[in-house]
């Protein structure tokens, strides 16, 4: 069986992925008429700049995430990853004094390095990948805490820092946009035309057949986790570029609506399915969602009530969708 073979039966989009993602669209269109009707500054330009610049950050981990979840894998450690991975930015180019091009590579690095012992754990320690990346979610945390000593480290005496993500090579859209559009493409691309795509998809789709047709299937999930880690860092830098600091606590819990955004977009939790351009929408779901409430003035535990029920529907179709492929 070759490998495009073994990724096509579910990888491909089928005609009820047609429909997930036609119901995504129609439920990102429906909460901006929803939202403009009950406040009208929310369609001002101001405003949709900001909610696309704020889903930059969750878009950018969730491109990364969606080719660990179309492996059948999970990975809860890249909120705090991509804290790490932004004090680890400026552990290198502030507190050592290290060219900030230079500390911002290593800052990358180190995301790729996360991603690796998170591959490394599931594929060849055999620790299931929700238990994996709790820990590393869990380490990152705590080296993001000890490493900043627990307090912001600013950029601002790096005059380019923040043009990473609101300088405007584009006028009118913020960089850190047109860096999520950018990596969207690659990684669309990475997906439906590479190897590395055909073999993501074919681990989902079945792991086994993938192993016994010659593939080394540890190691391509390695260098999976590996790559998602090159996104999560890339997340956490264009976050603190935004804010023009690495907070400590800047990417904690972002990994629920990460990874509830690859859902919604109509990637499998089952693995063997994934959708790129579907992603990018439910990442700007979840941002329209939360920024409607937040300007109509919803307080905070009713926005993550209501984030919390999105991921539960979203969930409970991509179940419906299984339970239907499996008849």
Same mark, same amino acid.
């Given at each position: ?160 820092? %923040? ?6 090579? &584009?006028? @009118?859209?913020?960089? $850190?946009? #047109? +860096? /999520?559009? =950018? *990596? ?83 990637? %499998? ?6 959708? &790129?351009? @579907?992603?990018?929408? $439910?990442? #700007? +779901? /979840?941002? =329209? *969602? ?38």
């Amino acid at each position: 069986m070759s490998e495009a073979k073994t990724a096509a039966p579910k990888g491909s989009l089928n005609w009820k992925s047609w429909i997930q993602q036609g119901l995504a669209v129609g439920t990102l269109v429906l909460l901006f008429i929803f939202f403009s009707i009950m406040n009208p500054n929310f369609m001002q330009w101001s405003n949709i700049s900001g909610i696309l610049l704020a889903t930059a950050g969750i878009g950018i981990m969730a491109l990364g995430t969606t080719f660990v979840i179309a492996t059948g894998g999970i990975d809860l450690s890249i909120g705090t990853g991509s804290t790490l991975a932004a004090v680890m930015t400026g552990v290198f180019a502030v507190n050592m004094g290290l060219p900030a091009w230079l500390g911002v590579l290593l800052g990358i690095a180190s995301g790729a390095l996360m991603g690796f012992i998170n591959g490394f754990n599931v594929a060849f320690l055999r620790i299931p990948p929700f238990i994996a990346t709790l820990a590393m979610m869990m380490v990152a945390q705590g080296l993001g805490l000890v490493l900043s000593g627990v307090a912001p480290i600013y950029f601002t005496e790096i005059s380019w820092f %923040s043009g990473i993500a609101l300088g405007e090579l &584009i006028p @009118g859209l913020p960089n $850190g946009v #047109l +860096i /999520m559009f =950018v *990596l969207a493409i690659l990684a669309w691309v990475v997906l439906s035309r590479t190897k590395f795509g055909r073999i993501d998809l074919a681990i989902g789709s079945n792991e086994e057949a993938t192993r016994l047709s010659g593939i080394s299937t540890k190691r391509w999930t390695v260098l999976i986790y590996s790559v998602a880690g090159v996104f999560t860092a890339i997340a956490g830098i264009v976050m603190a570029s935004r804010l023009s600091s690495a907070q400590p606590q800047m990417g904690v819990g972002l990994e629920l609506q990460a990874i509830a955004a690859v859902i919604i977009g109509g990637t %499998s939790l089952m693995g063997g399915r994934a959708s &790129i351009i @579907g992603t990018v929408i $439910g990442a #700007l +779901i /979840m941002s =329209v *969602l939360i920024n409607g409430l937040r300007i109509m003035g919803v307080q905070s535990e009713w926005q993550f009530v209501a984030s919390g029920v999105v991921i539960a529907i979203a969930v409970w179709f991509d179940s419906l969708r299984n339970r239907g492929s499996s008849t």
